[in-house]
Nanobody, 119 residues
Framework: QVQLIESGGGLVQPGGSLRLSCEAS????????MSWYRRAPGKERVLVAA????????NYADSVKGRFAITRDDDKNTVYLQMNGLEAEDTAVYCC????????????WGKGTLVTVSS
């Protein structure tokens, strides 16, 4: 059974940091592109960051460039999203995605973890 289980969300003050983790099982993790999407209140789900199956290339939304970093550890079947300098606008449910053949936004999805940035 395919599983993507996110963790690490929570309440953080503006300017703070969080590291999200997504632990995968039930498929060949190393062959999938991994990405993080988020859905903010009143907004559509959008791509935040993505990393290729080989880990050699990353892609970030303009809104998070320089603040967020996506990494993967194929030995642990886990993808991470380090979030620094968090802003209120980053408040959202963050979901992990595993995409075949380098695709994003298709394939497998986690249920999400809530990040709330507030004073």
């Amino acid at each position: 059974q395919v599983q993507l289980i996110e963790s690490g969300g929570g309440l953080v003050q503006p300017g703070g940091s969080l590291r999200l983790s997504c632990e995968a099982s039930g498929f060949t993790f190393s062959k999938y592109a991994m990405s993080w999407y988020r859905r903010a209140p009143g907004k559509e789900r959008v791509l935040v960051a993505a990393i290729t199956s080989a880990g050699g290339s990353t892609n970030y939304a303009d809104s998070v460039k320089g603040r967020f970093a996506i990494t993967r550890d194929d030995d642990k079947n886990t993808v991470y999203l380090q979030m620094n300098g968090l802003e209120a606008e980053d408040t959202a449910v963050y979901c992990c995605n595993a995409g075949p053949r380098g695709l994003y936004g298709v394939g497998y999805w986690g249920k999400g973890t809530l990040v709330t940035v507030s004073s």
